[in-house]
Every structure is written in structure tokens, then in C-alpha cells.
């Protein structure tokens, strides 16, 4: 027993005891060790929620089985033998007792590999590498875990920690300093493309996760944000042709491990890096190749499966195991957005063999966010350090693309041309979804639109809320022109699908002005700009069904003249202005682009953030006149103001052209 007690860790330490690097028993409300030292005992690294949930479902399935085990007691002396220890915390449903759905599965997937080429790959019973056998390998239903979440997840983060250390104390010379730190900051939270600490150790020993190829794809990504820096793009005209020779260099060295069969996760990587780069230029082809061979890459890497459920799997360590956790997620989530972008049906799906929505190393969640590289807008005032809250961000914006993914497949599959019984019924289904998500979303990630902050959190917060927003719009936008049913009583719903359209629409062009007044313009993501051009097309909708609806057109606008400045960062960008110009000509309400381009003089704020007092004089200044952030005031439903012949007039408007996917047909 006493070994037993010698060797026992708390899972969670007491910000103390961490911080003198000494054992805490976990007590609460104060450890031992605190309590004789009548220190101030804080426990500050909690579970995540994602881990929450497991327990939540894990709990739920030993229900189930005892419940089942009850009414079936024959069954019961077999599962008790085959059952995982329920201590064991990442035993939630993936790892329960396979059903004979789960044993057909299994039949034919026989596990990760090793292939002569010493890569880790997989094979099923049909190809040149099995033989096909109806029979499992004895005793081996599923393949238990060896460790729990908790210990996993604490040398995951110790790793996270001593490896940031060493990457401050490493000399890498600029411009490639800058431009990796500008990737950390306002891209790598987002996405989660590259796992830091495995990439920066690398790096240095030239490791597996690290490559020449990724690392001209980072630097070439991240020349955009990067060109604020005089010094930094001094260097880069000087000696890199503006930065082209990256974006060059990391496409003749993808092909080059291609041709050679080479495919690893930093080739991953390139290609969704290259993906991003190129979609934002316009460039589909480029950008929906790139993408499609990640996906492909994730495949053959068995990556798309969870590779601890196999009997005969490869044994991965922990930090193989959340690598390939963060880029299939990553991946689930870029096939969303730029199936989205193109208006193309969505490849990746989730099923119940796909690797958990878990993200065993958390440290992200703590860091400290400053926005790299950025110009302030003004001189009295500097962005504070915040909290960088990435871990959580991301795992949701992973919960949010999967609900997504059914909006993209029941309603905007241009291959598919869905019913409107099948879209009623997507809408029946994920409405609900959507708004237990947001319920569950954690107060630090969640925006309000009508108590905006002095200064936008860090931008991929803002990305997530302004997607949300997007996705809301576009579960309601095909009810908007024709596929609302009425009731029985011959009354249309279309008022109710058009306040959540317009409600979100002035959320997302609220929240982004908050971004452009606190960032500018120059930091502005795709998924952002095109949040901003699906509001427009809600206001294009209220414009065409009642032109003088001058709030519409003001906040339609609004949109033109942003996406007229985005513009001349991503050129995909045209097309969406091509579009909404041209609808507006249709209506006889052409836009003059220069008129608009020039500021009007500047309209008096009113609201609590524009109050005259020396507080004031800390907040930058709105990025846009023609934009009131006194509309926040009015932004309830019931004070929207709108004709009362929109709901009607709407109803039986066709849809427009601006339509998902819409975007790819003018790329160059």
C-alpha cells in the first residue's frame, strides 16, 4: 500500500505547488501542503469541457449497459469481463464493447501499419495486403487503452510548457521569426493546422514533424500579415522577391516528396497551408487540389480513424496520438470552409470510427494573446494581454462545423438538389442544435453584439462568433425565397426566419467593425470577409423586397464599402462585390465605388461606448462613418423597423444570385 500512495499524482495541482514544482494531494478546498504553509491554495487548471463531456458520456453508456445487463442476464457474466475499467477516462463510447455494427467494422479494418516504406498506414481486406478472414484475432474486441486522459494530458502539457521555453530561447533570424509568430497568432489558433511544440522542437533536430517544404508554407502564408513591418518587408524585397520565392519553393518541394511518394504529416500540412493561400487569392483549382489531396493524405495515414479502438494498430505515443487528433479535426474543419467558399459538397464526414473531439494538450488555452505585428489605431491607447482561450476555441468551432456540415449537405448540395421536404427537415433538426451549442458555448468565447467590449477579443474569437452568425443565416436564408411553409392557419413563418437572418446579419457586420476598429482591416481573415458578404445578401434580400428601406441599404452599404477595401488583400474578394453590384443594378440602385470609397463626414456616436469622458479617448476610433454603432441600441427584434411588406414581398422572391458558393465562378 504504501508504494501504492508513494507513486499516486493529483491530476490537478494547486497553483502553488506548481509553481514550487512540488507533489499536491489535491485536497479541496486547500491541499495539505498550503494548509501548512497557510498559503492561498487556487486551483486553476481545470478539466476541459471536452473531457467533461466524455465523462457526461461515458457515464450515460454504464447506464446503458447496466440497464441492458438487467433486462438480458445472460449477457451479463460475458460484458463484465470485456468491459474497460470505468476509472478510465477516456473510455467513453469509442472504447465501450464493440456492437456487431462496430464487429462488422472491424472484420474489415484491420489497424494502423507500418508499410516497407516505414510509414503508418492502413489497409482493408479487399487490397493486395489482406487476406480476407470473417474472424478477429482472439481476445481482442477493441484495443484497450493503456493510460488515462489525465496522466496523457499532464505530460502532454509539461511537454507544451518545457518546449516553449526552449523555442524563447531559440535564435532563428528574421524575417522568419517574425512570420512564424505571426502565424501563431492569427492563424494557428483558428485552425490548428501545426501542433507547436512537436513542430518547434523539430526544428531544431530536424525531426519527423518538421520540413523545409512546411516551413516556406508558413513563412509564405503568413507574408500578408507580415508586410505591416517596415523592416520586415524591407527584407523581403530585398532578398526574397517580395516573398514570392516561399510560396515557390514550398510548391516545387510538395511535388517533389509526391513524386517520391513521400507523405507525412508535415506534407499534410503544407497542403492545407498552400489551400488557405490560394483560396483566399482566388485561385480554386489550386486551392480544391491542394485540399483534396490533404484528405486523401489523412486517409492513407489511417489519421481519418481512431486508431486506438483496433486490435494490431500501431502503438502511438501521446504525442502522436494528438497530433493526429488536432489534424483530422483540422482538416473536418477546412473541408467545411472551403466547401462553403466553392459551393461544393463537403468530402470529410464524422462517424463513430473517426478519432475523438478531444484535445489532450490545453496549454493554448492559457497563453497570452497580443496582436503580433498590428498597428495600433491610435496613440493613447494599447491592446492589453489576454487570454488566448485557442484550446476551447477551436473544439468549438469543431462542434460547430459538424452541425454545419448537415446544413451543407441537406440544403446546399448543388450535386444532390435537395427537396424541400428535405430541408424543412434539416432545419427541424439543427435549429435546436444550434442553439445548445451556443448554450454550452463558454462565456469567454461568446460575443454580445448589443454589449459590445471597448475592444474586440483576440480575432479568433471573432472569427468563431461571426461564424456562427454566418451558419445561422444560412440555415434560414432558403425559407427566406420560397420554402417556408405556411401553417395551418395560412400565416408564413418568413417573418421569424427574417428576424433570425437580420439579427444575425447586423451581429456579424457589428462584430467586424469592432475587429476593424481594434485590429484594422489589414488583419482581416477570409472567413470574415466572407461572414460580411452573406449579411450583404440578407440586406440585398430587404433592399429588393422594399428599396426604401434606407437602414438596409445603409447597412448593405456598409458591407460594399469593406468588401471594396478587403479586396486588395484577397482578390476572391471581387467576385462577391461583382455580384451585389450587379443585383443592386437590377433594382436601378447601381453604387458609385468611388463615392464610397471617400469618408463622409463623421456622424455623432450615441451609446454607452461613446460616451464623452476621458475613457472615451481609449477606444479606437469606428473604422467605417457610414456604420453607427449606435444601432446596437436597436437591435432586438422588435425594433427593427422593417416595411411590413418585406415579409410577404420576400416570400416570393426567387433566390438571388448571391448563393453559397457563387464566389468560385469569376476566380482567376
Known sequence: MSSVKATKKSAFSCEPCRRRKVKCDGERPVCRRCSARNDECIYKLNPTLSYTQRLEERIKELEDQLANAAKSPTSAPASSHSSPPAA?????????????????????????????????????????????????????????????????RERLVNNAWQQRALENLSDIPEPFQYLLNVHWCWISP???????PAFTR?????????????????????????????????????????????????????????????????????????????????????????????????????????????????????????????????CYFWDKLISLYLGRSPS?????????QIMFDDSAEDDIWIPFGAEQSGVSWKYPPTTAHSASCFMSMCRLSVIFNEILIHMYDPLAQNTDAEVQECLRAQEPAFQEW??????????????????????????LNCLYHTFKILLYRPMLTGRGKRDEGGMSPCRGYLVECVTSATAIITIFDLFCRTFTMN?????????????????????????????ALRKLNYCIQCLDQVKNI????????????????VVGMG???????????????????????????????????????????????????????????????????VRVGNLSQPFG
Open 591 to 657: 453604387l458609385d465605388m468611388a463615392c464610397l470609397r471617400q469618408s463622409p463626414p463623421p456622424i455623432p456616436m450615441a451609446g454607452p461606448m461613446y460616451h464623452n469622458s476621458a475613457e472615451s479617448r481609449q477606444i479606437p476610433l469606428p473604422s467605417h462613418p457610414l456604420f453607427q454603432p449606435a444601432l446596437n441600441n436597436n437591435f432586438g427584434p422588435d425594433s427593427m423597423a422593417m416595411h411590413p411588406g418585406v415579409f410577404e414581398t420576400m416570400s416570393n422572391l426567387e433566390p438571388l444570385s
Open 348 to 356: 470529410l464526414r464524422q462517424s463513430r470510427i473517426s478519432p475523438p
Open 190 to 196: 483558428m485552425f490548428s493546422f501545426i501542433y507547436r
Open 88 to 152: 478510465n477516462a477516456h473510455d467513453g463510447p469509442s472504447q465501450a464493447r464493440p456492437n456487431a455494427g462496430e464487429q462488422s467494422i472491424s472484420r474489415s479494418f484491420r489497424g494502423l501499419k507500418v508499410d516497407d516504406k516505414g510509414g503508418i498506414t492502413y489497409h482493408g481486406t479487399t487490397s493486395f495486403f489482406n487476406l480476407p478472414s470473417d474472424r478477429l484475432p482472439a481476445g481482442s474486441e477493441y484495443l484497450a487503452p493503456t493510460d488515462t486522459d489525465l496522466h496523457r
Open 202 to 330: 523539430d526544428m531544431q533536430s530536424l525531426g519527423s514533424y518538421y520540413s523545409h517544404t512546411l516551413l516556406n508554407a508558413v513563412i509564405s502564408h503568413s507574408i500578408r500579415w507580415g508586410q505591416s513591418d517596415p523592416a520586415t518587408k524591407r527584407l523581403l524585397d530585398e532578398s526574397y522577391d517580395g516573398g514570392a520565392v516561399f510560396a515557390k519553393h514550398a510548391r516545387g518541394m510538395l511535388f517533389d516528396e509526391l513524386s517520391r511518394g513521400v507523405c507525412t504529416v508535415p506534407t499534410i500540412q503544407t497542403l492545407l497551408l498552400l489551400s488557405a493561400q490560394e483560396c483566399s487569392l482566388g485561385n480554386a483549382t489550386q486551392a480544391w487540389t491542394y485540399s483534396g489531396i490533404a484528405f486523401r493524405l489523412i486517409d492513407h495515414l489511417g489519421i481519418c480513424v481512431d486508431a486506438q479502438r483496433y486490435p494490431g494498430s500501431v502503438t502511438l505515443s501521446d504525442e502522436e496520438l494528438e497530433i493526429r487528433h488536432r489534424i483530422f479535426w483540422s
Open 570 to 585: 484577397s482578390p476572391v474578394i471581387n467576385s462577391a462585390l461583382n455580384l451585389l453590384t450587379k443585383e443592386l443594378a
Open 438 to 463: 451556443w448554450n454550452l458555448l463558454p462565456p469567454h468565447l461568446k460575443i454580445d453584439p448589443v454589449a459590445l467590449p471597448a475592444l474586440a477579443p483576440p480575432s479568433h474569437i471573432v472569427t
Open 523 to 551: 488583419y482581416c481573415v477570409l472567413s470574415l470577409a466572407y461572414s460580411v458578404y452573406i449579411a450583404a445578401s440578407i440586406f440585398l434580400l430587404q433592399v429588393q423586397a422594399s428599396p426604401d428601406e434606407q437602414q
